[in-house]
């Protein structure tokens, strides 16, 4: 029983997610990515994106297949996800615009992921039985596995977000302070000069009436 159940914990975890790429980079302002994937017909795509740090946090996309028709377009998004099966092979473009932008530079995120998933039991698609107890608790195992691999990348993301808003806020508070520092020193400077004049022409009006 317990070689049974090692075998398969063991199937579980080398179960693979439907192939594909995530990645973050770098979009300059008044710029555009495009991106490349060759695919067969009927496959099923997902592309999930988010916009990490810049400006408004916000990004144009567009997804094209491979005669040109736009599968989805969306202007000044956050974050967003498409899906969609393939209807025919070839290569299918997506792009994320920062057009729309003159100084804000964006970092971006995207995770875009091809090909259902494969069964993680032999045959799964094709039984006539029911699950033993056993295969079941494996299958609900890993679409556990896979909501906290979800979970897990959003957290990063919204993790990754606020603390660059809180090394900019940190940024801005410095530079405040900083700039507070020095115009009080300009006044303290100018106030003391000014009561300094003041004594000083006291002085002088009062030697010249003694003369």
């Known amino acids: 029983?317990?070689?049974?159940a090692l075998c398969w914990l063991l199937c579980l975890l080398?179960?693979?997610r439907a192939g594909g790429a995530e990645l973050s980079f770098e979009l300059p302002?008044?710029?555009r990515q495009c991106f490349h994937e060759p695919l067969q017909r009927g496959l099923r795509f997902t592309l999930d994106f988010q916009v990490i740090t810049g400006g408004h946090y916000d990004v144009d996309c567009y997804v094209e297949d491979?005669?040109?028709k736009t599968l989805y377009k969306e202007a000044k998004k956050q974050y967003d996800?498409?899906?969609h099966r393939a209807e025919v092979a070839g290569v299918y473009t997506f792009c994320f615009s920062n057009e729309f932008s003159t100084f804000s530079h964006?970092?971006?995120y995207f995770d875009f992921q091809v090909g259902d998933e494969p069964?993680?039991?032999p045959d799964m698609n094709h039984r006539v039985t029911a699950m033993t107890q056993m295969e079941s608790a494996c299958v609900t195992i890993h679409e556990a596995?896979?909501?906290v691999i979800d979970s897990q990348t959003h957290y990063r993301l919204r993790e990754a977000q606020d603390r660059i808003r809180a090394e900019e806020l940190n940024n801005h508070v410095s530079y405040w302070s900083v700039g507070e520092t020095v115009l009080l020193l300009v006044v303290s400077i100018s106030q003391v000069m000014l009561l300094k004049s003041f004594f000083t022409e006291t002085r002088a009006t009062t030697g010249s009436v003694s003369t």
């Open 119 to 121: 069964p993680i039991l």
């Open 106 to 108: 964006k970092t971006v």
């Open 145 to 147: 596995l896979n909501a």
């Open 66 to 68: 491979p005669n040109g």
């Open 81 to 83: 996800s498409f899906s």
């Open 14 to 16: 080398q179960a693979a």
């Open 1 to 4: 029983m317990g070689g049974r």
């Open 29 to 31: 302002d008044s710029a």
